[in-house]
C-alpha cells in the first residue's frame, strides 16, 4: 500500500525490473541507453557458506594456480594503505582472507556508500513484492511536499531517479533530507549527480511502503535470509550507513555474483531488475547502474563533479567488474567472468573520495599479477 506521507520519526530514529530502459527514461536528453549486460558467471557449481556458523570453506593459491611471488607485495601495499579486512573468494569459498591493526573476523566496520548497493538490492525485493514501482513518483511514498520544488517539478522524479542519481536535486548539501535543501538544478532525468539525500530517502520509500520499519524490511527480507550480520546506524544524523564484519560483506557480494539465489533459494528472482542494477542505467553516466559502479564503459563521473572522463573507472581491473565504493576505499567488487569477489574495508588509503579513487587502480595492478 502507498503511503503518502513521510514518517520523519523514523528517518531520525533509525538513521543509524524493470521495463527496457527505454521506455523508463523519460525527460532525458539523451537517445535510447545502450548497454552491455553483465556477463554471466563461468558455469560452475559455487560454493555457499552455512548461516549461524564460522565454518566457510577455503581453497589455496596454489591450487588455483595463482601467482605465489605476488602475494607479498599485494598484502604489503593493503598493509601500508590502512587496510582492516580483505578478502577475496574464488567460486564462493575464500581463498584470501587478511586482517590487519587488531581487526579480526567478528569486528564490524562500515561499509560507507558501497553500502547504497543493500539498498537497491532491497528496492528490488519490495518491487518484486508489489510494494511500489519504480517508475511511481516518489512523492506517491514520500508526500507531496518532500521536496523545496514546485510540484509540477517534483511530480517528475520517481523512484527510477533516486536509484540513478538523476533526481535533478541540488548536490551541494550532500546528506541533507528536508525540503529546504531539495532544491531545483535541472528536470529530473536531465543531469547526473552523486546525492545522499534522495538516495536514503529510497529507504523511507521502502518503509512507508511496507508499513514498517526500513531495518526490520531489510533485516527479514535480505539479511537474516543469508546469514549475514549488521546494522543500519547514523553518522551525520541524515544518511544511513551499514556496519558489518567483512564476511557479511562477502556474502553479499556471492549473492550477486549468484544473480539473486543463495545456495539454492532464490531471495530476487526479477531478472530484468537484477540486470538493470548492474548495466548502465542512462546515459548521463555510464558508468552507474542502480547504485552500482561499472567498469568497462567508455566514460564516467565522478562524486561532487560535473565532469565527465574518458575511459573505464578502473584500467587495471576486468571490464566486467562492478562494484560497492564507499568514502575511505571501502569496497566490494564483483567479477562475474572470473567467479570472483573481493573486498576491502579500512580508512582512508590517501586520496580522499565517496567513491571511485585512485586506490582501486593500484589494487587492482596488484591484483591482476597475483590472479593471473
Known amino acids: 500500500m502507498k503511503v503518502k506521507s513521510l514518517n520523519f520519526s523514523f528517518m531520525k530514529h533509525t538513521s543509524i525490473s524493470f521495463l527496457v530502459a527505454s521506455l523508463i527514461i523519460i525527460g532525458c536528453s539523451s537517445d535510447e541507453v545502450i548497454t552491455d549486460p553483465t556477463p554471466e558467471p563461468e558455469e560452475s557449481q559455487l560454493y555457499f557458506p552455512p548461516s549461524g556458523s564460522a565454518e566457510w570453506e577455503t581453497v589455496s593459491p596454489s591450487d588455483l594456480s595463482w601467482n605465489a611471488d605476488a602475494e607479498q607485495e599485494l598484502k604489503d601495499l593493503l598493509e601500508e594503505k590502512s587496510t582492516k579486512a580483505f578478502i577475496i573468494l574464488k567460486d564462493g569459498k575464500i581463498v584470501v582472507e587478511w586482517y590487519f591493526d587488531e581487526h579480526d573476523q567478528n569486528t564490524s566496520w562500515y561499509w560507507a556508500s558501497a553500502g547504497k548497493t543493500l539498498t537497491a538490492f532491497t528496492v528490488g525485493l519490495a518491487q518484486e513484492e508489489g510494494l511500489l514501482d519504480t517508475e511511481d513518483k516518489s512523492s506517491d511514498y514520500l508526500g507531496e511536499g518532500w521536496t523545496g520544488l514546485t510540484t509540477e517539478k517534483e511530480n517528475l522524479i520517481t523512484l527510477w531517479h533516486q536509484l540513478t ?57 535480505l539479511r537474516d535470509k543469508i546469514g549475514m550480520d549488521g546494522f543500519w546506524f547514523s553518522t551525520s544524523g541524515t544518511n544511513n550507513v551499514y556496519f558489518s564484519t567483512a564476511r557479511s560483506m562477502a556474502r553479499f557480494g556471492l549473492l550477486n555474483l549468484n544473480n539473486g539465489v543463495w545456495d539454492g533459494e532464490t531471495i530476487l528472482s526479477d531478472t530484468e531488475y537484477l540486470s538493470d542494477m548492474k548495466n548502465t542505467s542512462q546515459n548521463l553516466n555510464k558508468s552507474y547502474g542502480y547504485l552500482w559502479w561499472l567498469n568497462g564503459k567508455d566514460s564516467y563521473r565522478m562524486p561532487s563533479l560535473q565532469i565527465e572522463f574518458d575511459g573505464m573507472m578502473i584500467p587495471n581491473a576486468p571490464s566486467d567488474l562492478y562494484a560497492g565504493l564507499g568514502k575511505n576505499d571501502q569496497k566490494l567488487y564483483i567479477i562475474p567472468s572470473q567467479n570472483l569477489v573481493v573486498l576491502r574495508m579500512g580508512v582512508d588509503a590517501g586520496e580522499s573520495s565517496l567513491g571511485l579513487s585512485s586506490f582501486d587502480n593500484q589494487l587492482w595492478e596488484k591484483l591482476s599479477t597475483y590472479i593471473d
Do not use: I
Request: glycine share 6%.
Open 165 to 221: 542519481m538523476t533526481s535533478g536535486l541540488d548536490d551541494e548539501d550532500l546528506d541533507c533530507v528536508t525540503p529546504d535543501c531539495l532544491t531545483y538544478v535541472a528536470d529530473a532525468g536531465t543531469r547526473w549527480a552523486y546525492h545522499n539525500g534522495p538516495y536514503t530517502l529510497l529507504q523511507s520509500v521502502v518503509a512507508n511502503a511496507a508499513e514498517m520499519e526500513w531495518k526490520d524490511y531489510f533485516n527479514s527480507n
